[in-house]
């Protein structure tokens, strides 16, 4: 019987004056973990968006979305009779006008850092974050 694992993957970002941030997040233990988008394992009951809006506060402390936004199909893999179904999403921290809160990171998170597409995309080791952030930055820039 195959067992799958549902999760999400977002990425938190804000618009300053003229460009956009992206948070990335490293959790802990550090030397395990590349930077990367909030990660959160969806559950059975769970909604997308409820997890979505629940690991943001949890991972970042930022609450209230300008935005939420559905990023494409959702990635999926397959490891013998398990299985890992990754939905990536964005979510909009802050406007030029209203910036985004501080972060408070969780207790799993133990570095992050605010980039601009170029540095987001050169951190970014997980092929398919880096395609969600393309998507994203194509998506914002319209």
């Known amino acids: 019987m195959l067992n799958l694992r549902h999760c999400v993957r977002v990425f938190v970002f804000q618009y300053l ?9 490293r959790h802990k233990p550090m030397e395990e973990w590349p930077l990367g988008p909030v990660i959160g394992k969806v559950g059975v009951a769970d ?4 997890t979505i809006l629940r690991q943001v506060t949890v991972e970042t402390g930022i609450q209230h979305p300008q935005h939420i936004i559905d990023l494409a199909e959702p990635d999926k893999e397959l490891f013998g009779d398990m299985g890992l179904v990754q939905w990536p999403f964005a979510y ?16 799993d998170v133990g570095e992050f850092t ?7 995309f050169q951190s970014l080791e997980i092929p ?7 998507k994203l930055e194509l998506n914002l820039r319209g």
């Open 114 to 120: 605010w980039l601009g597409f170029e540095e987001a």
């Open 47 to 50: 909604h997308l968006q409820d």
């Open 128 to 134: 398919v974050d880096r395609q969600a952030l393309v």
């Open 92 to 107: 909009q921290a802050g406007t030029p006008g209203q910036p985004s809160p501080e972060v408070v990171p969780g207790p």
């Open 17 to 25: 004056e003229e460009e956009i941030r992206y948070l990335l997040l």
